[in-house]
């Protein structure tokens, strides 16, 4: 069954990622004829405008638009998965620099040991040093 666009307007003003203004904007951007006529659609528009990333329009559209912000980080998409958490291409939002953002997951955090493992892989990553 297909989302509402209102439905879907809400979750991404609920994700802080766009203002119910900026949307009915880029709404209204589009011609009429091509204009979404559900929140898949506007999901789709809004990647084709590069306003939201193809990771982040899923999150929103599964209602877990929320979790896309943690601290200062905006998530824009997951790199890759292993036994300790998630990894995700993140931007730092004041700085706008993007970076990879490592989160534990849950269950490890409570592990012996698991929490002085992931410092020394952050003291590693931190020596690197490298032009690209």
């Given at each position: 069954?297909?989302?509402?666009?209102?439905?879907?307007?809400?979750?991404?003003v609920?994700?802080?990622?766009?203002n119910?203004?900026?949307?009915?904007?880029?709404?209204?951007?589009?011609?009429?004829?091509?204009?979404?006529?559900?929140?898949?659609?506007?999901?789709?528009?809004?990647?084709?405008?590069?306003?939201?990333?193809?990771?982040?329009?899923?999150?929103?559209?599964?209602?877990?638009?929320?979790?896309?912000?943690?601290?200062?980080?905006?998530?824009?998409?997951?790199?890759?998965?292993?036994g300790?958490?998630?990894v995700?291409?993140?931007?730092?939002?004041?700085?706008?620099?993007?970076?990879?953002?490592?989160?534990?997951?849950?269950?490890?955090?409570?592990?012996?040991?698991?929490?002085?493992?992931?410092?020394?892989e952050?003291?590693?990553?931190?020596?690197?040093?490298?032009?690209?």
């Amino acid at each position: 069954m297909s989302m509402p666009v209102d439905t879907f307007v809400g979750l991404v003003v609920d994700s802080q990622f766009l203002n119910a203004d900026s949307l009915r904007q880029i709404i209204e951007s589009v011609p009429q004829d091509r204009r979404p006529q559900d929140g898949e659609q506007l999901a789709r528009e809004l990647v084709k405008q590069k306003r939201i990333t193809a990771y982040q329009a899923k999150a929103i559209y599964q209602g877990q638009g929320q979790n896309l912000v943690l601290g200062n980080y905006r998530i824009l998409d997951k790199l890759g998965e292993g036994g300790m958490g998630k990894v995700f291409k993140a931007e730092h939002t004041r700085m706008a620099r993007l970076v990879a953002l490592k989160v534990l997951s849950p269950q490890i955090i409570n592990l012996p040991g698991a929490l002085q493992r992931f410092q020394r892989e952050v003291k590693a990553a931190a020596r690197l040093s490298h032009p690209n």
